[in-house]
């Protein structure tokens, strides 16, 4: 019975102990009924009283000492296994990077849902467009200042006998005539989003742009219902307070024409801040928000539908100036949307 040397092997071996399986047998060799300490039992009992009074303490230290070492072990094994299965949900968590909408696209999910809510048909028409559909169909004759080079982006490529140049489209409007070919017969009522082009660069024009056309041709159409889907759609995407007007203008392809303006969501129309001061933003109350009108007859017949029967009207809006003009965005400059600035876009 060497005491000494059973203690330095139990050390050896519950120090290469990693689970609670391994603890056990070890447990069960030194401590169990079969055990270590059991045989020093045994034995103690077949020597005198003398080496009993001797050994006996000793063999009672090492099983204390074995089991205070094997609870300490387990201790530790169940620690480290809670460490690594266990979630702590007070912890925050992990932060993974992701994209976002780009706040166009935000925009124009917008505007189509609004306009779908009374019926009209989401389309979308090609980026480059024929001069015909542009400007003919759009009742332009040859040579109005649209069709110049400076407005107009042309392409290099051969010019079509029926629909002339072939050019960046500049405006939705393209797409009232191709509408009204494919449907052939009223009622239409067409919501055209897309890319235009125009050689334009300043804090509100971007040469690539996003504009959406809305067209409705049916009998008995008049300014009345243009007025009242106008204010249905300010009053949708902006808010209730915020009222419309329309202005007299000229546009080659509707009769009467109107500049739709809408006030100013900072000053609430007064053109004069809380402090007392000019609001630098609109000066007057009012800011611009784009053109509309009845459609033109001549555009109407282009378009294979009969004036004495049907009219209609049409608008063509700036998807990223109305967006500027949503209330506590505060964008000033339209360029900025296509900067790739990932301190602007990563608000959205």
């Not at 890319?195 to 409705?216: I, S, T």
């Not at 509707?254 to 129309?269: A, H, K, L, N, Q």
């Not at 809380?274 to 017949?301: D, I, Q, T, Y």
């Amino acid at each position: 019975m060497d005491i000494q040397e059973a203690t330095k092997d139990f050390d050896t071996q519950i120090n290469k102990i990693e689970d609670t399986d391994s603890l056990e047998n070890l447990r069960i060799k030194y401590l169990g009924r079969k055990g270590l300490i059991n045989s020093f039992i045994d034995e103690l009992k077949k020597l005198e009283i003398s080496n009993r009074k001797i050994l006996g303490p000793k063999i009672n230290h090492l099983k204390k000492y074995i089991e205070r070492q094997l609870a300490l072990k387990s201790k530790s094994i169940v620690d480290k296994e809670e460490k690594e299965d266990v979630i702590d949900i007070t912890l925050p968590g992990k932060k993974y990077p992701k994209g976002s909408l780009h706040p166009t696209t935000i925009a124009i999910e917008e505007i189509t849902y609004i306009f779908k809510k009374i019926g009209f048909i989401p389309v979308s028409y090609p980026e480059t467009e024929w001069e015909y559909f542009a400007f003919d169909a759009l009742n332009m004759p040859k040579g109005h200042p649209a069709r110049d080079d400076f407005e107009t982006f042309f392409l290099d490529e051969s010019e079509n006998k029926k629909y002339g140049k072939m050019i960046l489209t500049p405006h939705t409007s393209s797409g009232q005539n191709r509408e009204m070919k494919r449907l052939k017969q009223p009622p239409i009522r067409m919501i055209n989003i897309g890319k235009c082009y125009r050689p334009n660069w300043d804090a509100v024009h971007n040469p690539m742009f996003y504009q959406f056309e809305g067209l409705c041709v049916d009998k008995d159409i008049n300014i009345t219902n243009l007025k009242g889907t106008i204010d249905y759609f300010v009053h949708q995407f902006f808010s209730e307070d915020r009222k419309t007007r329309l202005r007299p203008f000229h546009f080659q392809f509707t009769e009467p024409s109107f500049e739709v303006d809408i006030t100013c969501g900072v000053c609430e129309g007064s053109g004069v801040l809380k402090s007392g001061e000019r609001c630098k933003v609109c000066k007057s109350g009012w800011l611009e928000l784009g053109g509309a009108g009845m459609v033109h007859p001549n555009v109407l017949k282009e378009g294979g539908i009969d004036p004495k029967v049907y009219s209609g009207w049409a608008f063509g809006f700036g998807v990223e100036r109305v967006y500027m003009m949503k209330e506590g965005l505060m964008l000033d400059d339209i360029r900025v949307l296509y900067s790739g600035q990932l301190e602007f876009l990563n608000q959205f």
